[in-house]
């Protein structure tokens, strides 16, 4: 076969394989709780930031998006999560972000974002490293009962994490969930990768 025509049939299968990738992208947004949306062109590079559009993020909604090579979990939060955030400091290891190296200066807060409506963070275990789930639901009977007000589970080893990623007391993960460095481009529009101008 000539240089040509391998050329060629090489670039057909990329056409193809990329076509793929876009109809799974489209397919997960329908997903309730767990989405994950197509990267913006800035996501082509490694180490470049990543914009997410949350024009169309409903309550509870979680989407994820890829960021030098790592899961960003983006979700909204209402004020049922908001008010319960502000209840769990018994049950935390960390609960007033201490830590410094979890999260930049402006999210240390007791909802650990920018805007309490609007979660980032990195969806990393710091135990080893596995993927938490996200399990929104209060009052889930496996994590808790009563006192499960929706958070995260590691399935690996039984980390649980509250919804702004804060780690359980008692648990293997040492700390709490990394709050990348990101900022707010417009109301709708969130740049991850770059902390705000301000901080
Ligand atoms: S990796 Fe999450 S608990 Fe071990």
Known sequence: MSEQAIDLKKRRFITSATSVVGAVGVGFVAWPFLSTWMPSARAKSASAPV?????KLENGQLVRVLWRKKP???FKRDKTTIANLNT?????SDPNSDETSQQPTYAK???????PNIAVIIGICTHLGCSPT??????AADLGG???K????????????????RVFSGVPAPTNLIIPPYHFVSDSLIRIGIGPKAS
């Open 51 to 55: 914009d997410i559009n949350i024009s």
């Open 88 to 92: 769990m400091n018994s049950m935390l």
């Open 150 to 165: 929706g958070g995260f589970y590691c399935p690996c080893h039984g980390s649980k994490f509250d919804l702004a990623g």
């Open 109 to 115: 807060n007791a909802y650990r974002s920018i805007n």
């Open 72 to 74: 960003v979990w983006v």
């Open 146 to 148: 009563d006192l499960w």
């Open 134 to 139: 996200y399990r929104p639901e209060i009052g």
